[in-house]
């Protein structure tokens, strides 16, 4: 009698212990999975920094070239053999123009505005490296009134 009771009460001890261990493995697969989310917290913020810092140069970039706007007339007359980054000109027959307003004063002894002007007005005059006399002239008179903004717009082009 006296024994019977103690170990009634063992097995129930032990019974609510295998409970709670069962209890607490199921606890830890749950818990397991929260923690699998954590990581994921993490990530949102680091996608979310390139996101600004892609945003920055995003906006600086189109400001130099787009401090002159590309007259449509280039894009049109001149794109069809000249390239200049990040607009419609993309053509191919002749030298890129993207930083031409640089490299202009190293072409001759002219500085960049006088080298564009003439490149255009007598293309023969000098030819840029490279390329043959394919630049036809006459093109001032296609430019017509744009002519001036035409020059301005790739001495702009640094
Ligand atoms: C049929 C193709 C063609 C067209 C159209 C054309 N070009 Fe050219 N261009 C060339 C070629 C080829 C050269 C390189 C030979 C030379 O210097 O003449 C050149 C050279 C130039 C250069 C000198 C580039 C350098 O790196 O020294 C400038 C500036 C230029 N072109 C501007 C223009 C402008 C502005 C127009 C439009 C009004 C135009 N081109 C239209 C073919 C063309």
Redesign the pocket.
């Known amino acids: 009698m006296f024994l019977r009771t103690p170990i009634a009460l063992l097995t129930l001890l032990i019974a609510a212990i295998a409970l709670v261990a069962a209890c607490g493995n199921s606890g830890e697969s749950v818990v397991a999975q929260p923690t699998a989310l954590a990581p994921l917290g993490e990530i949102t913020p680091i996608t979310a920094e390139p996101g600004d810092s892609d945003g920055e140069p995003a906006t600086s970039e189109p400001a130099p070239s787009g401090s002159v706007v590309a007259p449509a007339k ?1 894009i049109t ?2 794109g ?3 390239t200049v980054a990040g607009t419609d000109a993309v ?1 191919q ?3 890129e ?1 993207t930083h ?1 307003g640089s ?2 004063s190293t ?1 001759t002894g002219l500085d960049a505005e006088a ?2 002007r003439q ?2 007005e007598d ?2 005059a ?3 490296p490279g ?6 002239p006459g ?1 001032v008179g ?2 017509g009134d744009d002519f001036d903004a ?1 020059v301005a717009y ?1 001495v702009s082009l640094n």
């Open positions: 280039f007359t001149c069809v053999c000249h053509g027959v002749g030298p123009l031409i490299i202009a072409r080298y564009i490149s255009i293309p023969a000098f030819l840029a390329f043959g006399p394919v630049m036809p093109l296609t430019l035409v790739l």
